[in-house]
């Protein structure tokens, strides 16, 4: 039986455009992994999206844009440090996905998607009646959530096997996050890409180095 992978997009994503990045290892991991794409449950308003994209200089197409287009898991108020509004039902939606469709083999999340995969991590380790089931975590372009209200629940470290993909394009502060996160996790393997806040997807070489890394955790 194939092992199943939740797969978690980014801020302003939607589940096949994260599907289009990870195709590679779809077919890659084919006959053994069955990956599993869900969607973020809030839709970003699209004057907030295009001022992202104008702030970070994020390469986004105009086409990615628009109603029903951009999707996340929850919204991070302006606060210092932020909350996660909405934060709460998705963990409870994605509890309820696991215990319907499990096991859950492993977690893939890319940006906020590892930032979400990390917070699962924190509650599966550290709050009863929160084991979503899975046995390890990818989180690739993530960092150390900042939300007071979970700031606790990494404490100590994880001790889930976990792999931080890192492109080393991204910008210092990203790197920093980067490093922060991979520091809550006992033993966490890093991988360093060519990219930058993206996939590598244009390194079939580094794709292939996450597909490994799978391919070990499920045989």
């Known amino acids: 039986m194939k092992k199943k992978v939740l797969c978690l997009h980014g801020y302003a994503m939607t589940k096949d455009w994260l599907a289009e990045w990870l195709a590679p290892l779809e077919v890659a991991l084919s006959d053994r992994v069955s990956f599993i794409y869900l969607q973020g449950p809030i839709e970003c308003p699209e004057d907030e999206v295009r001022a992202m994209v104008a702030q970070f200089q994020v390469a986004m197409p105009a086409s990615r844009i628009g109603p029903g287009l951009n999707w996340c898991w929850y919204r991070a108020t302006n606060n210092k440090p932020p909350d996660y509004l909405g934060l709460g039902d998705t963990l409870s939606a994605i509890r309820q996905y696991c215990q319907r469709h499990g096991p859950i083999d492993g977690v893939l999340g890319w940006s906020q998607g590892a930032v979400l995969t990390a917070i699962m991590a924190a509650y599966q380790q550290n709050v009863p009646d ?42 210092e502060f990203m790197l920093q996050r980067a490093s922060r996160l991979h520091a809550a996790f006992q033993g966490g393997e890093w991988l360093e890409t060519p990219a930058g806040h993206v996939m590598p997807i244009n390194y079939p070489d580094y794709m292939m180095k996450i597909a490994d890394w799978i391919t070990k955790r499920v045989s």
């Open 130 to 171: 929160y084991d979503f089931g899975f046995d390890w975590a990818v989180m690739c372009g993530g960092f150390l959530p900042g939300d007071p209200a979970i700031k606790s629940l990494f404490d100590s470290p994880l001790a889930i096997p976990s792999l931080h993909v890192v492109g080393k394009k991204e910008s």
